[in-house]
């Protein structure tokens, strides 16, 4: 039984039009300090972002939290109230977003992830798209996946995860009411930092650590891009972000490392289960970016191979 065969219940979920515009580019005025106790000055959150993609590595960059492509808000300055938060709730990874204002009216882009505390939603455009946005153009996202179920696994939870992807996800039924999933790496749950007891499932993300780089490359986190999806072990994100011996949870890779102590790659939670009842298969090619031919394997683009 492939995804596809899986129940849900898909045509009961509700789908609801939400409205955001670009997100100015955060900026600092002073210094901030890494996990070293270095001061740095560099690029991060918000804006039109047109040379880092979803399926690029998410390691590496002159910036922290880099949200690839487009970074989207419905109000900069009440980012925790509505309507930031329906806007911010109701776009799941997967969802069409349309440019309804500007030169690029009409084109239509992927919602590829939420960043809390940000309260962005990052939204995938192709080039010719994104040289003709503005700062103040806005996009109408067809919000559907909130309330998305798997009917013969209630103990299996589903959140910002549009139904139409999750078909694409090519989980497989395993004997005792497990499914297996590909990722592309597995996040051991001590590593899991900034995000951590949040009970906001339904928005936001939360870090992998990375100040310690030799365990980050032992592992081989430090190949993951982009658009990945991972599973976290011992992690259970169903009433919160929290640490539960034997949990699952599964998301995908929203916005870069950090130089910050106690940060590090974003991931949005799309799957868990507070007992083990999701089991990681690892696939180097489990990506949102080659999966939907988004970011850098839009057709005509030169993709970026991980280097395991």
């Not at 996990?35 to 040379?51: D, Q, V, W």
């Not at 946005?133 to 009917?151: A, I, S, W």
């Not at 650590?209 to 592992?219: F, K």
């Not at 993951?224 to 949990?247: C, E």
């Amino acid at each position: 039984m492939a995804t596809s065969k899986l129940r849900t219940n898909a045509d009961r979920v509700v789908t609801l039009s939400v409205q955001g515009k670009v997100s100015y580019p955060s900026g600092r005025r002073f210094h901030s300090v890494d996990a070293e106790g270095r001061p740095f000055l560099l690029p991060s959150i918000g804006g039109i972002t047109y040379n880092v993609k979803v399926g690029d590595p998410a390691f590496g960059w002159a910036g922290d939290h880099i949200e690839p492509g487009v970074s989207a808000i419905a109000d900069w300055e009440k980012r925790m109230d509505h309507p930031n938060t329906s806007f911010h709730f109701y776009s799941c990874v997967g969802n069409e977003a349309r440019v309804v204002t500007g030169d690029a009216k009409g084109a239509k882009g992927v919602v590829t992830g939420h960043h809390g505390g940000a309260e962005h939603v990052i939204i995938d455009f192709a080039d010719d798209v994104l040289d003709k946005l503005q700062l103040e153009d806005k996009f109408l996202v067809r919000g559907r996946g909130q309330g998305l179920e798997l009917l013969d696994y209630p103990d299996i939870r589903l959140t910002n995860l549009d139904p139409d992807l999750f078909q694409r996800l090519k989980l497989r039924p395993l004997a005792k009411g497990r499914l297996e999933v590909p990722v592309a790496a597995v996040v051991p749950g001590y590593l899991m930092g900034s995000g951590v007891g949040s009970r906001s499932m339904g928005t936001g993300d939360y870090d992998v650590m990375t100040t310690d780089r030799a365990e980050i490359a032992g592992l081989g986190l430090d190949k993951l891009r982009f658009g990945d999806f991972v599973a976290i072990s011992d992690h259970d994100n169903i009433y919160g972000r929290s640490w539960r011996k034997g949990a699952v949870t599964v998301g995908v890779i929203i916005h870069s490392d950090c130089v910050v102590a106690g940060h590090g790659p974003g991931v949005t939670t799309l799957l868990s289960s507070a007992t083990p009842l999701l089991v990681p298969k690892l696939d180097p090619r489990a990506n949102l970016a080659e999966m939907l031919k988004l970011g850098r394997y839009r057709p005509g683009r030169k993709a970026t191979r991980r280097g395991r």
